[in-house]
Each structure stands twice: as C-alpha cells, then as structure tokens.
C-alpha cells in the first residue's frame, strides 16, 4: 500500500478496482491494455499495485515485471509534473536533436529519462512525433514546439519556471 | 462558405486547434456571413501547416498555408466575409495557378484520395467519396476466390516493408479449414521518422477498415484486429468513431448489407516496442505477452493469433483494396512498372524544402520525389543522400539519384522500398553519424532473444561510437563488414536480418566519409562534436560580444571592440555562437 501520501487505501485501491471490472475478462491478452489504464491513472506502475494485479490474475509477478519492462510506454517510477518529450526521430536528429537534448539536459542539470530535483520536470525522448516538417521537436504537454535551437529550447524551459513563480 | 481547418497531427501540432477556435469565434461573432466549418486530415503539405482550405458557394477552393491567428482574422474579413480570396496567404487554388501546384504535378493518389478532402470523423463524407463500394461489390458479387484472384491480379505488394504480394499472402490465410480466422491490421508503423500509416488513418480511417473487411471476407476471417502504436491517439480516437459508425451504417456486425458475411473489429494499443511490428512479435503482444518473435513455420497463416490462421497486413496495403475490387486490377496495374504496381505513399522529411506526405505512381525517379515534388534542400547546400526504409533500409547517395522507385531497383541499391519513410540530407549530414544513429535505434530495440542481434548490435555500435569519437583503427571497418554479414545470417528475425544494412550502404557509398574519421580524426561533415573545434577569426570579429552573451557555458572572452576567444576546454560545441555571429567570424574545422 501507499504509506507515503496522505491518501486513504480505499481511494487508492478504487481506481484500480475500476480498471479491474472494466478491462478485466479473464485472458491473459487483457494485460497490456489494464497495465495501460493502471499507468494512466497512477502516472505510473506501483510496485504495491503489480502485487496486487497478480494476486486477482493469478498471473506471476515475475511475468507481469517481464511485460512492464519490456515496452518502453510502461515506467515503474513516477515521473516529474510535467514530461518534456524530445524527439529522436530520423528528421528530428538530421536537423539536430541531439543539440537540444544537450542544451537541456544541461539546463535542468539532469540526464535524459532524469526527473529535476524539484520534481517540475522529467526528460524523456520518443521516436517521431509526427510533425517532421517543424523539426527539431518537443513536446511539453500538449503544447508542441518546433524548428528548435538548443538557445530556443533553454528560452522555453526559463521561460515556463519564471510562469510558474508568478502563480 | 465552408471553412475547412486540416487537424491532422502535423496540423495540430503547428498550432491547428488555436486557428481552430478562432475561426470558431469568428463565425459565432458573425452569424450572418453564412460560413461554416468542418475539419479534415493531412492535406499533405505538412510544410505548410497550419492549412486552411475555403469553399465557396461557386465550389471554388482555395487553400491557405501557414495560417495563425493573426492570418485567420485576415482571411476571414477578406475571403469569408469580402469574397476576395488573400492571394499572399494561397498556396494552392482551384481557378489560379500556383507556384506550389508543382508539388502535387507528379502525385497520383489512390490511397490519399479522401485524405485531406473528407472530414475523417464523418462516414457522410466517406460515403459520398466511394467508401465502402469496394466492399458492396466483393460481397454482393464475388466469391472470396474472386477477390483474391483481383488482388493478385493487381500486382499489389505488401506495403509494410518486405513488399510480399498481398493476393498470395491473403490465399495462404484462405487455405486452411478452421473454426476462426483472423485479419489483422499492422498499423505499428515503427520507422522513427515516417508517418504515412498514421496519416492515412488520421484522414480517411474508412479506408483501411474497408480493406479489412474485403481482407476478412477473402480468406474467411469473422474478427479483425488493428494494432495501432499508442502514440498515435488522434488516429485512435478517429478509427473508433469510424468502426462505431460503420457499425451504425451496417458495415460491421452481422449480416452485413444482408449479404450474411459477419465481421467485427478490435484496436489493440501497442505499448511502445519497434520489434512489435514484426508479425509474431506482434501477435505475442495482442496475447499480452512480451513481444518477442518466434520461429517460422509454422507460418501466421496456418498458426498465428490465439493458435488460428491469421493474416497480417499494413494499413497502406489495405487502404488500396477497396479501390482495386472498385475500379478492377487493370485500372492499379496500369500504374507502376513491370514488376511493381501501384502507387507508393511516402512520408517526405528531414532537410527537403517541402516535406509531407505524397503519393506517387511506382517507377518514378528518386529525383523527381526530391526535387519536382519536394522542392529540393530545405537549406540550400547541395543534396547529399536520400535515407529510405528507417532503421531496416539504407542510404542512396546523390549519384543514384536517378534510380526508379521500385522494390528491385532500390534493392539493388542496397537500399528498400520500406514502409515509405524517406529522409532527406544535405552536404552537413555525417553519415557514418547517421549510420550510427541507426544503429543505436535497432540496438536499443532488439528484443535480445537471438544473440547475434543482442549482442551483434551492440559490438557494431561501440565500433561506430568510437569512429564518431576519432578512436577508430584501421581494423574497424572489416570488422564492421563480418559483424554486419554474421547479423545478417543468423538472426531471427527481420530486426536483425535488415539492422546493419544502414551500415552497409553508407560504408558501400560514403566509405571515404568513414576513413576520415578513422585516419585522419576528422569529420568531413563537421557534425561529430569530438572532431570538430570552432574558433573565432580575429580578423572578422568586432567585438560585439553577441557570442559572449549567448554562450551557454560562458567559454567565450573578450572586451567590447576586441576580437574574442573561446576556451576550448570549456566549449560544449553547441554551435550557438556561429549561430548568433552577424560576422561570420566563427569558424568550424
Ligand atoms: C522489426 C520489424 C518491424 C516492422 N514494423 C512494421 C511496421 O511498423 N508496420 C508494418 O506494417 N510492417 C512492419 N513490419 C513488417 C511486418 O512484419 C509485415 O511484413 C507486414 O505488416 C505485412 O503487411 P504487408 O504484407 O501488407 O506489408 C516490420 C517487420 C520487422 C521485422
Ligand atoms: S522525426 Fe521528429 S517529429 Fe518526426
């Protein structure tokens, strides 16, 4: 269970409960898509929640920590309050990706796939975003920024800490 | 008048939902100019969105590129409510030639018919566009084996990369006798850098349901399945509104159009893993299992999805069936050459003036596509090579650029076909970086079930990182050779099979590019930070100190009116400073 928030298990179990009764139809094959809606709803797997899934499935741990592991949508750790997606993507890297995940790997003081200390931002690279034709791409959110510099995309990050200090 | 707004990805991605509500306010605010409006998909000038296209009463059209706000406020006032179309915002007009009509000339469009016409969330629009008469036909008057035999007829080759041909593919699946059968739509669409699978679905999602439905009736599946990446939830969220409303229309369920054929869909997110596009792989991953491939045989087709004959085929592939069984074989296999038929959707990028989504007749010159169509570099700097097929494909250097696009020709290029992911570069790519870049890519994707790919990858990896880094020796390249044959041989499946082929080509035509790095610890390309230096020419430099203030590592000195110098221990090698200097005082060797 939760120990470390101040929520109370029955609320922390329902939306696992939900899931359950909705995606759950006795086949293996419903694995993915309810690891899928666990990780919409929790930001990611808990450990505590994988037990659990295991125990009402009857399917190993071992086998549901193999297929958690083994696509890259599923993350086993929570990630910062918002997630900046650097493209990788062929036409993204000709156009120089890799400058701007240096500029803000370096900005944040944090590796790729890192969480900043104060938990505002964790960096993750994907494959494509689909709009090549602005590239280099990121995503913060929803919004997408385009036609990047690594300059740009420090803008953008200062940016956004300076916003959120007004609030 | 009918203001349409394109909110495909790349649409909406330029900034299409803001032109969006604007447009919205605007007609709220003007309740008597009689506009409406609607959305559609790509259009396919992804390089000039945000696109707008306004329809008037006459049926003129005239389409807008790079609208924001700003232009929509413009557009409106002028065209919506003046009736004067804004010349300087067109790009394409139905009653005026444009400079960018070039860049549909040489397009020919099966696939794309509807794509960017319809608005995908309405099967009205569909309808009136031909869908579903494919399956009309197929099902009112033809046997299964007449559909299959039209298909073969077709010439159609599978469009998910190995290019098999689909009407044998679809007689195998038909061949065994059992109690279920499945059809199943590959749209994994892995290639990092290509987007014709999601573009199709994102614009005309009944299409790719209609070929599967014909798929279904042929080999005499009852239940298909669509694998869709879960990156792609705009092209989720349409394909379930088309099945909803396709079942509402009676095109899905039972006895469709009283014909008693019975078929129903499924959509399965993919969970982000490249090898998934693999069909057993992605078979095991509909199970819920790990998507790692197995052995063939036995083959999908006598024994694929929950142990049952199952076919497997791309969304591009299905999305021309529809049209073959409407207009006949002959009609597609008018298109393309001997040996290839039809049209090819390409997903155009990287450094290419215009880049999108084209659909071009099979047989046409990689020149044309580049520079009829995509209009050449996107900075100017001489073309250096075409990149096709992503991670399984190779690099076709500028002196072939003459060759055909057709599955053998590219493949004596060493090159693919491919799903249709063609990336662009100019004389600043590296392209033993490129190369690496690949591999990285396959690399980190392999499943790690065969250890010439789990292994084999990562040998040719470290030996391309250490040539990038200027720690290459004189034995890197054969020995990138004999991985590379050993990979090739003696995996699996077609990750490895095709992963060192990037190499390959680009050692086979850029093999200079590579002994550079190795002898003479440069980077012909200047892309590769450990080969390179930049230094301020003190002869150019005034002293502006823009380097100095823009440096995001401080490494630059100097007083104001006086030559700076960067301290290369310090130096990042970001290329900030040549990118700010109004001089041209900074140098990279
Ligand atoms: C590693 C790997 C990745 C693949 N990725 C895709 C993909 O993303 N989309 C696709 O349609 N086919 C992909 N394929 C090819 C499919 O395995 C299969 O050949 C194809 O879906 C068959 O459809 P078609 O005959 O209509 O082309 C991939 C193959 C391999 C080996
Ligand atoms: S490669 Fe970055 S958006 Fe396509």
Redesign the pocket.
């Known amino acids: 269970m939760c120990t470390k928030c101040c929520c109370d298990s029955g609320a922390y179990y329902k939306a696992f409960e939900d899931i359950m009764s909705e995606c759950y139809h006795g086949n293996e094959s419903d694995l993915i898509p309810i690891l899928q809606k666990l990780q919409s709803s929790y930001g990611y797997l808990p450990k505590d929640i994988i037990t659990r899934l295991s125990q009402r499935t009857g399917i190993f741990e071992t086998q549901i920590m193999g297929v958690a592991t083994f696509y890259s949508q599923f993350r086993l750790k929570p990630s910062g309050e918002r997630t900046i997606k650097i493209c990788f993507g062929t036409a993204c890297h000709v156009n120089g990706s890799e400058k701007i995940a240096d500029a803000l790997c370096d900005e944040l003081k944090i590796e790729m796939g890192g969480t900043t200390e104060d938990n505002k931002f964790t960096l993750e690279s994907v494959a494509c975003l689909g709009c090549c034709s602005l590239a280099p791409v990121m995503m913060i959110g929803d919004e997408t920024y385009g036609r990047l510099t690594p300059d740009k995309a420090r803008k953008i990050i200062r940016e956004l800490y300076a916003k959120g200090d007004q609030k | 008048m009918k203001i349409i707004i394109g909110l495909g990805s790349c649409g909406i991605a330029a900034g299409g939902l803001k032109v969006k509500e604007e447009f919205s306010r605007l007609i709220s605010e003007n309740p008597g100019a009689g506009a409406a409006m609607s959305e559609t998909g790509c259009m396919g000038m992804c390089y000039k969105e945000v696109m707008v296209e306004v329809v008037d009463e006459a049926g003129n059209s005239t389409i807008y590129g790079e609208v924001n706000e700003e232009k929509a406020r413009k557009i409106f006032e002028s065209h919506v409510l003046g009736g004067k179309p804004v010349a300087e915002y067109t790009v394409r007009s139905s009653t005026e030639p444009n400079e960018q009509d070039s860049f549909f000339e040489k397009q020919r469009r099966i696939v794309l018919a509807r794509c960017g016409h319809i608005d995908p969330e309405s099967i009205d629009e569909a309808l009136a566009m031909d869908a579903y008469k494919g399956l009309e036909k197929a099902l009112k008057t033809m046997t299964p084996e007449q559909v299959i035999d039209e298909v073969l007829k077709s010439g159609l080759?599978?469009?998910?990369?190995?290019?098999?041909p689909?009407g044998q593919?679809w007689k195998f699946a038909r061949a065994p006798q059992s109690d279920k059968k499945y059809i199943i739509c590959?749209?994994?669409?892995?290639?990092p850098g290509a987007f014709m699978?999601r573009s199709v679905l994102e614009g005309d999602p009944h299409s790719v349901l209609e070929g599967l439905l014909i798929g279904g009736y042929a080999i005499g599946a009852d239940e298909g399945y669509i694998y869709c990446?879960a990156e792609y939830p705009i092209a989720i969220k349409r394909l379930n509104i088309a099945i909803k409303q396709a079942r509402e229309r009676g095109f899905l369920g039972e006895n469709i159009m009283g014909t008693g054929f019975n078929f129903n869909v499924k959509i399965k997110e993919g969970a982000g893993a490249?090898?998934?596009?693999?069909?057993t792989?992605?078979i095991a991953s509909i199970e819920g299992q790990r998507g790692m491939?197995r052995m063939r045989p036995p083959f999908p087709a006598n024994k694929g999805l929950f142990g049952k004959p199952s076919n497997?085929?791309?969304?591009?592939?299905?999305a021309n069936i529809g049209w073959i069984i409407r207009n006949g074989a002959e009609a597609f296999a008018a298109y393309g050459t001997a040996k290839s038929k039809g049209t090819k959707v390409f997903a155009l990028a990287g450094k290419i003036a215009r880049g999108g989504l084209v659909e071009v007749p099979i047989g046409i010159p990689l020149r044309e596509i580049i520079f009829d169509i995509g209009g050449g570099t996107s900075s100017g700097k001489a073309f250096k090579a075409v990149q096709m097929g992503g991670?399984?494909g190779g690099c076709i250097p500028a002196s072939l650029i003459d060759t055909v696009v057709d599955y053998e020709e590219l493949n004596a290029t060493g090159a693919i076909m491919g799903?249709g992911g063609m990336i662009v570069m100019d004389e600043d790519n590296c392209m033993v970086d490129i190369a690496r870049y690949f591999l990285n890519f396959t690399q980190s994707?392999s499943c790690g079930k065969c250890t010439y790919c789990r292994i084999g990858t990562k040998r040719m990896l470290e030996i391309l990182t250490r040539i990038t880094e200027g720690k290459g020796t004189e034995e890197d390249i054969p020995k990138l050779l004999e991985l590379a044959e050993q990979i090739k041989k003696n995996s699996l499946?077609?990750?490895g099979?095709?992963a060192p082929n990037p190499v390959l080509t680009t050692l086979r035509y850029f093999r200079d590019e590579y002994e550079a790095h190795i002898r003479d610890r440069k980077c012909p390309a200047k892309q590769c930070k450990s080969l390179i230096k930049y230094a301020i020419d003190p002869d150019k430099c005034v002293g502006c100190t823009l380097c100095a203030k823009n440096c995001p590592v401080k490494c630059i000195s100097g007083s104001v009116k006086k030559p700076h110098e960067i301290d290369q221990t310090l130096c990042t090698k970001c290329g900030t400073c040549k990118a700010v200097c109004k001089f041209g005082a900074i140098s990279v060797d």
């Open positions: 080759k599978g469009r998910g990369g190995a290019g098999f689909t593919k590959n749209a994994d669409e892995g290639d699978d990446r490249f090898v998934c596009g693999e069909e792989a992605l491939p497997i085929n791309n969304v591009e592939t299905l991670p399984s799903s994707e499946c077609g990750l099979q095709t």
